[in-house]
Structure formats: C-alpha cells, structure tokens
C-alpha cells in the first residue's frame, strides 16, 4: 500500500507515496536539468544513483517505478531506451524557472 510509513518510529518518517513523489520530482529535474540532452534509462539510473557498476535493486527500482509513473502521468517518453521530457513537461519547466 502507498500509505505506510517508511522509517516507522523515525520522527521524519515518510509514507511511500510521499517517497514516490520525491523520486518523480527528483527524476523529472534530473532529465529536465539536461535537456536537451538525453539519457537512456540505463544512464539515467547510473547518474541518479552514483554508482558505475549495478546499483542496489532497490535504487534502481525507485528511479524505474518514477519514470514509469511519470510517463503514465505525461511527464515523460520513452523512445526505444532513451528517456525523453515530453513538450508540457519542458514547456512547464520554463515557465516556472523564468
């Protein structure tokens, strides 16, 4: 379920959904950030979590679940491997950092 505290008894403890919102935001400013330059996903994992080789199953799986929903929300494509801003989400990105 997307309401459990992660972090139960921790003062700063988040529910998952407020996780999954962290990670979305997190991914859309990392691919917005260098457009428009584009990433595979393979990239985007490996810039996202620092590490060269395989990164841990769950950081991979948090930065996938974030592209998957930000494509479903309209936020972001795929082409093929490459993980692209769609034109709201760039469009919406300039405006608000004018």
């Given amino acids: 379920m997307h309401d459990k505290p992660i972090g139960a008894g921790d003062e700063g403890a988040a529910t998952t959904a407020e996780q ?8 859309l400013r990392h691919v917005l950030s260098i457009h428009p330059e584009v990433l595979t996903r393979e990239e985007l994992i490996r810039e996202m979590t620092g590490s060269a080789s395989s990164p841990a199953f769950a950081e991979r799986d948090r930065i ?20 692209l801003p769609t034109r709201p989400a760039v469009l919406s990105h300039s405006l608000l950092d004018a």
């Fill in 20 to 27: 999954d919102h962290r990670d979305q935001e997190s991914v």
């Fill in 64 to 83: 996938e679940r974030a592209v998957r929903d930000l494509v479903a929300g309209g936020l972001l494509h795929e082409d093929g491997k490459l993980v």
